[in-house]
């Protein structure tokens, strides 16, 4: 935890708020907040004593009032504390930490001439679509805000070039985790003495790339300013392994998560880490490998369930390529593009003008690279399914109420999905390890947000929780 930089207090309407106020704010969120000394959270971004040019930039960025989780986010950011967040892909996560610590690092850069040197905050992200995304985001809330500069360190780009930028006084950057402990090693000239803030931003994916060993080298030699560091970690899901990291390296954290709260013994354990998000309608179906395809056409062809974008999941990058063009081949008139890591950096830009001006309305892509992908889609179809529940939750994670309302428009035949995202997932035996706790999270969801299951899922239920599972044929 750092000392309170900015001098944050809350405004006059949020010390009026009563703990009952407070309580029933966050009920009607779904947002459960545990730690001591919890702030209050805002109501209006106008109660936090913002710059007034990055006030005036929040808005012109369609930042009007504050979405859930930035409520409580930006007012314990902005106290200087701890945080761990968990909420679903698209729930403003990205924003809910960016305010404060662009806060802070402005008040920072105020300092007389030369009494600190930047970077003032460090934001580790998984991948470098991602690191892109949020730097251009912050960019747009600090324009025009003297002093207020930004550098990306991601690989395929030059490092020297990214080293140079370092050494302009910066005052946050952007970094994967293997660019910065190559930066640790290549130039141990830059100094990180005053990185007050550090960010892990889908903390989890960076573990599941296999960047577990560079984000706990960089905890490890990142210098601690003499006053403290505020540390935030954000994630859609919080393994053990992640909570182990917690422990270690934050001090007196709050943990904000937003989504529902399951009391029902035999599910909890699963749901406490796994529920997806409450705004996406779960569609399972039990299709064996060879007949995937034909099912898959089959969706797409239909125009009561093809409700692009449509986001397809595979397992290998090969398979994105080739199901790309068989889809564009079996599919008349339904253009599909493919999006995976060997594909260039210019290349993938180009692929998501594509899908978001809706000349591409399908894009097929692997896991774990989508995790970094800034599109808003309205349906998600897991051609292979995920290889854990915490994958699949991340994939789910992508489906966007907004643009599902959108591709809803007209549409008279088809589930009534009541304005919530799709996912519909493949499986059958080849997921045989994890078949039992997917089941059983399903099942605990209900049926307001999972369709009937098949069969095969069914007996699973029923072996596990000795009561009958979501039995009834889903209606075209």
């Known amino acids: 935890m750092i000392a309170n930089i900015t001098g944050y207090q809350d405004s006059k309407r949020m010390a009026a708020m009563s703990s009952k106020d407070v309580k029933k704010l966050r009920d009607s969120l779904e947002m459960h907040v545990d730690g001591k000394h919890i702030p209050r959270p805002i109501m209006s971004f106008e109660d936090c004593s913002l710059p007034d040019k990055m006030l005036s930039n929040l808005k012109d960025n369609g930042y009007i009032h504050p979405r859930g989780v930035q409520m409580q986010a930006v007012s314990a950011g902005l106290y200087g504390r701890d945080m761990i967040i968990s909420a679903e892909t698209g729930a403003g996560k990205t924003a809910g930490f960016l305010i404060p610590i662009l806060v802070h690092a ?167 880490v796994f529920s997806p998000s409450s705004n996406i309608k779960q569609t399972i179906m039990w299709v064996e490998n060879e007949s995937k395809k034909k099912q898959l056409f089959s969706l797409l062809k239909d125009p009561a369930y093809f409700r692009p974008p449509v986001l397809i999941f595979v397992e290998s990058r090969v398979g994105a390529d080739l199901l790309a063009m068989a889809i564009s081949t079996k599919c008349p008139g339904i253009k599909a593009v493919s999006m995976h890591g060997e594909k260039p950096q210019e290349e993938r830009s180009a692929t998501l003008k594509l899908v978001e001006n809706g000349e591409a309305p399908v894009v097929v892509a692997t896991g774990l690279l989508a995790r970094g992908l800034a599109l808003q889609v309205a349906t998600v179809i897991n051609f292979d399914m995920a290889p854990t529940i915490q994958e699949y939750v991340h994939r789910v994670g992508r489906a966007s109420p907004e643009a599902a309302t959108k591709a809803a428009a007209g549409i008279r035949k088809g589930p009534k999905l009541g304005g919530m995202a799709w996912a519909i997932t493949f499986i059958n035996n080849d997921h045989r390890s994890i078949l039992g706790d997917f089941a059983t999270m399903l099942h605990g969801l209900g049926s307001g947000r999972v369709t009937p299951l098949p069969p095969q899922l069914q007996h699973l239920v029923v072996e596990r929780t000795g009561k009958p599972a979501l039995a009834v044929p889903p209606s075209k």
């Open 106 to 272: 402005y008040g920072l850069s105020q300092s007389p001439a030369g009494a600190l040197h930047g970077p003032f905050a460090l934001i580790l992200v998984p991948t470098r679509e991602l690191a892109m995304q949020i730097e251009q985001v912050a960019k747009s809330i600090v324009k025009g805000m003297p002093n207020m500069r930004t550098a990306l360190l991601v690989g395929g780009q030059a490092m020297a070039n990214q080293a140079h930028r370092l050494k302009q006084n910066i005052q946050v950057a952007v970094a994967t985790p293997g660019r910065m402990v190559d930066i640790f090693k290549q130039h141990p000239e830059i100094e990180f003495s005053n990185v007050f803030c550090l960010v892990l931003d889908e903390v989890d994916v960076m573990f599941s790339l296999g960047f577990g060993p560079q984000v706990k080298r960089i905890l490890e030699v990142l210098p601690t300013p003499p006053n403290g560091r505020q540390t935030i970690v954000s994630s859609a899901t919080l393994s053990k392994q992640i909570q182990r990291l917690t422990v270690k390296y934050m001090e007196s954290a709050l943990s904000i998560r937003i989504g529902e709260s399951s009391d029902n013994q035999v599910t909890s354990k699963v749901a406490d």
